[in-house]
């Protein structure tokens, strides 16, 4: 795949993934008036037990066969059969479970949310063939159509619970709706039939970076939900609700710039064999998810509390400080998507596997201590456990891709140092009192002024070189 085709692929994933968070902020208010904190509480303390057994199930093959540069019948066949086979044991073993984790919780009504969702474990396993052979394909299009189908679709059925009264039923029926059309979709592109095949020696040298590559997305799913259960088990269900808001809305810039760059960049960096065109992809793909995200994540930390109030409303008031505080979050997590994507696809999946255990453990220590201090202290323990984990764990991986510590922090820099004009003249809007939709208004247009102007200023033309300087060549075959 040519690198000009990932560029655009990039921007193709960032246009549907625009579509998912627009419905998702219009969605978002929405459900927020017509359901309020509790139901959103309980499905997220339902959420991460589904998630977990979500990621097992398909045993991280799915990243080995994107790796391949072609796909046989008889493998493709064999991890169908294999995934299937351990999505159904494990969503058995789910709803056996339920009521044991609904006591952990401390919430009975959690039980029958966690049986109704075990299905998404399975409906996850079935689309890892196809998936990987989209991905590998580069037929990112389809991505989207899957994505756009299973969004519009569990978008109506949210609403439509919501307002027949269902609660946090509501939240549930999304889920299963989404994950039905998303598998009609993406099974249909990706035109594969499995075969009655099975040949366990096909499967075995994937495990290892299948292995590590679970390891990773579990601990990675420990750093970012875990915390939900110990929120909800200290403060209860309505400041879960309030803190899993928050959190939502610090994933945004991930899910509308990080996620496409990791899907785009890891196919890519698994077919270039030159280490210096690695490096430079490397750092192209952080000054690009810099420039897009530093903003977004300086915006949000100066106007949370505009935004809580004139979108969601009074009864998410609470949203406005953690929501604050978590905005820097928002910026590490997608640099740490594309040193993620990276790092897969020189296949370290073992150091990628040990990162994210290292920001797992921090995250969920600071947490567990700064619960205690209430909503504004958990997000305070995170902020804090992002930071001084996180930064290390970057410099680390940087050394290994073969990029100096120095030159990640020089791209960057620029963005940074934008994002910190643009943060000055939203303080300085912020000094003229208004009601908080026009002052929200009013310190967006003011902050993108700036941050445009400091752009234009401080050498943009050096990153949209780089970035057209992409289109001269495809990338090389391994082993060039």
Known sequence: MKIPNAVKSVLALAGSNGFRIGAQLVLLPVLARLLGPEPYGLVALAMPFVLVTNLVADAGLGGALVREKELDATTESTIFWLTLALSLALAGGLALLSAPFAWLASEPQLAPLIVALAPVVVMSALVTVPNARLHSAGRFTAFAAGDVGSTAAGALVAVGGAYAGWGAWALVGQQLCAWTVKLAIVSWQAGFTPRLRFDAARCRPHLAFGVHSLGSRIADFLARNLDNLIVGRALGVGPLGVYSMAYQIIRLPEMLVGGPLFMVIFPAIARTGSRAERVRLYGV??????????????????????????????????????????????????????????????????????????????????VGAGVWFGLTGTAAGLLSATLLVGVPLLASSARAVGMRPGAMLAALRQSVGCAIVMAGAVALTRQVELAPLPQLIACVLAGGAAYACAVALSGWRDLANQIRSLQAAPTQPKGA
């Open 285 to 366: 793909a952080l000054s690009g998810v810099s420039l897009a995200v530093a903003p977004l994540a300086a915006g949000l930390a100066m106007t949370a509390d505009l935004l809580v109030e004139a979108v969601l409303g009074p009864k998410w008031v609470a949203v406005g400080a953690p929501l604050a505080m978590l905005a820097p979050v928002s910026f590490v997590l997608c640099v740490f998507a594309v040193t993620s994507a990276v790092l897969l696809g020189i296949g370290r999946a073992d150091l990628q596997f040990r990162n994210a255990l290292g920001l797992a453990g921090a995250t969920l220590a600071g």
